[in-house]
Structure formats: C-alpha cells, structure tokens
C-alpha cells in the first residue's frame, strides 16, 4: 500500500493482513480523491480542510489527506494493534503535527467538542457493521461540520441501508465489492 499523490507520493504504509480489517484498495482510494478533486458537485479543496477518518484502520485515507495538504486529520479506530500501526505510519511519514488519533469507541464522539469542525468526513466501518448510522446521526445532532463539507462513506455494494433525514446522498460509485456513497448532512 502507497501514498497516491501529494508531497508524500510513493512512500510505503504499513498495513495488517487479516481476516479482521479491510484496507482500502489504492484504485478505489484514488477514484474517491479524483472526485474529490474534480466534482463539480463536491467542490471541496482538500488543501486546508480538516478532516474526520473514522473507522480509520492503518489511516490510508487520511495519511493521502494529510499528503495533499490537509490542515488537520482526527483518526478513529478502536483495534489495539491496528491503531498501533496507524501510529507508526504517522511517525515513518513525520507527520504527527497533523493528525490526531482517538482509540477507543467510535460512539464516544457524542463526547467531542461540539467546537470541532471537519470539512471531510470518511467512513470505513466493517461491512456488516449497520451502527455507524447512529454516528452520522451523532455527528448531524452536534453539528461537527462546517457549512461546506461531505461525507465519503465505504460499503459493500449489496448493502442498502436508509440514510433519509441524515444525508442527501449526492451520488453513489461502484468499484468490485465496493461502494462509495457521498453525500452531505441535511
């Protein structure tokens, strides 16, 4: 697994093989940054935003944020060895001045300053993991995100959950078992 693009372009992450997490194929983790970049329904720089990874495993999404000149990336993830990772990929990149990791319960949110925005929100959860709806709910209800922003959400294509009074979903990109929702809160 590689940076993409940005001042850290080519440079190696370090990730865990097994059957309990799921990286983010480098083609769909370029797909998305390509929309992101190039939407005109989107229209959010990653330059200077901040950036919520949430179910973040070793970080791929938001160590490319932090690559293309994010201000700031809080990662989430609750996997002890995992997380341990995610710490090393930060210190190998020296790029601890921007980020934060949070390892415990990604339900603790409710918990956050309400003063913290992020421009980006990303979300990876297990795919048959149906509770990170209540986080989006979370997230809308203390209004952590800036006026302009979006929410990138990683699912497997067979689900099909409701996101009705939570997100207006924008559109939705299909990529093997992959889906990738982006939408923003309503």
Known sequence: MRIISGKLKGRSIQFIKNKITRPLKD????????????SSEINIPIKNSNILDLYSGVGSFGL???SREANFVRFVEKNPETVNILKKNLIKLSILDKANVVSNEIENIKYW???????????DPPFQDKNFLEILKIIKKNKIFLN???VIIHRERKTDENYLNILKILFIKFYGRSKIIFGKFN
């Open 27 to 38: 083609s769909v983790r370029e797909n998305i940054f390509n929309i992101l970049s190039h």
């Open 148 to 150: 302009k922003h979006i």
């Open 64 to 66: 490319e944020c932090i």
């Open 113 to 123: 300053n309400e003063k913290e925005k992020y421009n980006i929100f990303f979300f």
